[in-house]
């Protein structure tokens, strides 16, 4: 559970993103503790864009919710900006996601975006990814032939439950977390996993990089620009 400090940073960096965001425009907007954050600073610009695409059902609900229209990914080409947080970012920009499982499509409104703005507290700041288990989104039938080949690589993977069962993502498939990688090249890294059988996306985003990171740290909001 965050601490009280942890939620107040969060906070702070939710509200310093809405300067990134384009009056008139569509958002991108991401899933967990820290976008949430973002969302509730959203509504009181909300009578000044045209809405979001939304990463999970969690953060349409809660868009919804404080009255901000939801637009389905098909229906907008481009989107000017992209606000999500990060379970890892390191001093380039690549970043560890999936703590909230909702990578898949995470990386999908990353991708149809022209600026990721990450958002986080100082604490998700690393030298290298690979301290925090990495996420990948798995297709079931596939689970355990992927968990021996992070094994080959000497990870550890572990299905990741929810109440005693399988998590089940919205796109329906599994998460595998997996601890013991060391990950030097995150673009290749991304880029040979997601060449495996079954794998639906792997929590590395380094082709979907982070632009600028909003870090909260106790002395304010610093700006990583990469
Ligand atoms: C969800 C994510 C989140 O961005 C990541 O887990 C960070 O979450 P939080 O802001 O709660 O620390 O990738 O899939």
Redesign the pocket.
């Known amino acids: 559970m965050a601490s009280i400090e942890q939620d107040a940073l969060?906070a702070m960096v939710g509200q310093a993103a809405l300067q990134y965001v384009v009056p008139g425009e569509i958002v991108g907007v991401?899933?967990?503790?820290?976008?949430n954050k973002f969302i509730e600073a959203l509504a009181s610009m909300k009578d000044r864009i045209r809405g979001a695409v939304s990463s999970?059902v969690a953060s349409t609900e809660r868009l919804r919710a404080l009255g901000i229209p939801v637009f389905d990914a098909n229906e907008v080409d481009a989107l000017a900006v992209y606000i999500?947080?990060?379970?890892e970012i390191d001093g380039r920009g690549h970043m560890v996601?999936?703590?909230?499982?909702?990578?898949t499509r995470?990386k999908i409104v990353a991708a149809q975006s022209r600026r990721f703005v990450c958002i986080?507290d100082a604490s998700?700041l690393v030298q290298a990814l690979g301290k925090f288990p990495l996420?990948v989104e798995v297709i079931p039938m596939a689970t355990r032939r992927i968990a021996r080949q992070f094994a080959a690589l000497g990870g550890t993977a572990t299905l990741r439950l929810k109440d005693g069962q399988p998590l089940v993502t919205d796109n329906g498939q599994h998460i595998l977390d997996v601890t013991g990688l060391s990950i030097a090249d995150p673009l290749g890294f991304e880029s040979d996993v997601n060449q495996w059988p079954g794998v639906v996306t792997v929590?590395v985003f380094a082709h979907q990089k982070a632009a600028v990171c909003l870090l909260g740290t106790p002395e304010g909001v610093r700006t990583l620009e990469f």
């Open positions: 969060k991401g899933t967990g503790s820290t976008v999970s999500d947080g990060a379970d996601k999936g703590g909230g499982a909702a990578l995470e986080a998700k996420p929590g």
